[in-house]
């Protein structure tokens, strides 16, 4: 629940909350905020599922004012709603996930270049769990990554605050990546959601370290996932520098550069046939690194389930 700048109050319902009071802020949320600037958030619920959200939304706002504001009284603040009082103690957080280890799984995952000093071998839907008991606490969020483990730094950027982490934590934090998984976790979780985002995969995409190249791409995919304001002119812009970033052989590297170019071919029709153009374009150079991201894409953007859900006829394809 916010409320606008004449004290009335919207209520609405999202999967993102930073990123849509993001929206509502800079004027891209819902028609009834654009003119009511500037938003409190006053008031949250947590729900299991969209259609229980859906439901709880229609009771609020068919409550009277008074009610609502009874609402907020009663939480104490949007902070303090939906949440558990967690353990904020960098103390108690490490203990409940050195109480989730499991090593048994370590060896199994190295084969698939999941490594790291100190790796527990945590569960990703376990540290959901503990981030989710833990709540939103950036400070903790920075301790965690400072302690240098893989686990507590993918907690990190689960309890991390996306509008509170600064340019050069950001860059810490990338520069700190040494396995993919923690890269993918951090982008996915955190990253795609900080107002930066967009900016540093121009930055980064230009760096040599690998893991800083392949945050870049990673990040392309996770805004093409999951910005769903974006505009799709934004993703064909950064075409040319997919189709560079297919050149590099690391396979840390061209492996996000495929998913980032799959992500932009599943967002809607119209960037499925620019991904596959590009695709196309990627199969001619001399370059086995672009020709293996070409094949990727090619596969799975001409998939019938892609087609199915986009809605495109076999006889469009290229």
């Known amino acids: ?93 490490l203990a409940e996930i050195r109480a989730k280890a499991r090593p048994d799984q370590l060896a199994g995952r190295a084969r698939f270049g999941i490594t790291g000093a100190g790796r ?17 606490n950036h400070a903790l969020a920075l301790k965690l990554w400072r302690t240098g483990n893989p686990d507590a730094r993918i907690v990190a950027a689960l309890v991390a605050e996306p509008e509170r982490l600064s340019d050069r934590e950001m860059e810490e934090w990338v520069g ?22 967009w900016q540093k995969i121009r930055e980064w995409a230009e760096r040599e370290e690998t893991f800083v190249r392949r945050a870049a791409f990673a990040l392309i995919a996770c805004l093409a996932w999951h910005d769903r304001e974006a505009p799709d002119r934004h993703f064909t812009e950064l075409l040319p520098l997919i189709r560079r970033g297919a050149l590099d052989e690391r396979t840390s590297v061209k492996k996000a550069v495929s998913w980032a170019l799959r992500r932009i071919g599943k967002r809607s029709a ?49």
């Open 1 to 93: 629940m916010l409320r606008c700048a004449q004290g009335t109050l919207y209520t609405g319902i999202t999967n993102d909350l930073a990123r849509r009071l993001r929206a509502h802020r800079e004027g891209r949320g819902a028609r009834y905020t654009r003119g009511r600037l500037p938003l409190e958030l006053v008031y949250r619920e947590e729900a299991p599922s969209h259609g229980a959200a859906a439901r709880r939304e229609r009771e609020i706002k068919g409550l009277r004012r008074g009610d609502k504001l009874g609402l907020v009284t009663a939480s104490g603040g949007a902070s303090a709603q939906g949440r558990r009082q967690p353990p904020h103690d960098l103390a108690a957080v």
């Open 120 to 136: 527990l071998g945590l569960a990703v839907p376990d540290m959901r769990r503990i981030a989710q008991k833990t709540g939103r």
């Open 176 to 197: 700190d990546f040494a396995s993919w998984d923690v890269c993918d976790q951090v982008c996915r979780n955190l990253f795609d959601k900080c107002p930066r985002a």
């Open 270 to 318: 119209r960037l499925n046939r620019a991904a596959l153009a590009e695709a196309q374009r990627m199969r001619a150079l001399d370059s086995r690194s672009a020709r293996w991201v070409a094949a990727t894409a090619i596969r799975e953007l001409q998939g019938e389930a892609v087609r199915r859900r986009l809605g495109i006829r076999t006889d469009r394809l290229l």
